[in-house]
């Protein structure tokens, strides 16, 4: 699971080195400091999504969603091991 995670940071980091705008920049930064402290015990396991930010995603950002929670399922049932 963490080498999922660590991918999926890098990914995003890489995604946001371009962006100009210091709004999008301090919620992005905002955004992984609450989940790196939320991720530090399993308490994040049972959490739900807030639905005002789900509302608040794009198209895109839903799609990254969906991907990420289908990678965790694959390696949850164990297929992405070798």
């Not at 980091?13 to 100009?20: G, I, L, M």
């Not at 895109?60 to 390696?75: D, V």
Request: without cysteine; glycine residues 8%; negative net charge.
């Amino acid at each position: 699971m963490r080498l999922l995670g660590d991918e999926y940071i890098k990914s995003e980091f890489r995604a946001h080195r371009s962006v100009d705008n210091p709004v999008h920049i301090i919620g992005f930064l905002t955004e992984w400091q609450m989940y790196a402290q939320r991720i530090e015990g399993n308490n994040w396991k049972d959490e739900k999504l807030d639905k005002a930010k789900i509302d608040k995603m794009s198209d895109q950002q839903i799609g990254q969603l969906y991907e990420l929670m289908q990678a965790i399922q694959k390696q949850d049932n164990g297929e992405g091991q070798e």
